[in-house]
């Protein structure tokens, strides 16, 4: 059984910063592109940033040059580190990883319980 637990979300206000983790665990054989997605209320979920096995990162157009994505690949975490929030940023976070759960078996997608962030003063 795979699990992806999130942390670190929470009250913040315009301007400031916040960092969240997500820790997979379980059986786990290999890791592909960890990311973190987003819904705000009422809306659709959104993809925020990405990084791959290798390292290779990608961000939304929305959160560029303010959201920084890493992992560690031995720990199997990835990290979201956020600054100069905005309101609009406002939203539960979702970690999400693809994982093999042996060596023969296909990468799948799985998610965390979210973590809820707001930006207000």
């Known amino acids: 059984q795979v699990q992806l637990v999130e942390s670190g979300g929470g009250l913040v206000q315009p301007g400031g910063s916040l960092r969240l983790s997500c820790a997979a665990s379980?059986?786990?054989?290999?890791?592909?592109?960890m990311g973190w997605y987003r819904q705000a209320l009422g809306n659709q979920r959104e993809w925020v940033a990405s990084?791959?096995?290798?390292?290779?990162?990608n961000s939304a157009d929305s959160v560029k040059g303010r959201f920084t994505i890493s992992r560690d690949n031995a720990k199997n975490t990835t990290r979201l580190q956020m600054n100069s929030l905005k309101p609009e940023d406002t939203a539960v976070y979702y970690c999400?990883?693809?994982?093999?759960?042996?060596?023969?078996?296909?990468?799948?997608?799985?998610w965390g319980q979210g973590t809820q962030v707001t930006v207000s003063s």
């Open positions: 379980g059986s786990i054989f290999s890791i592909g592109t």
């Open positions: 999400y990883a693809q994982i093999a759960v042996e060596s023969r078996a296909l990468l799948r997608g799985y």
């Open positions: 990084v791959t096995s290798g390292g290779t990162t």
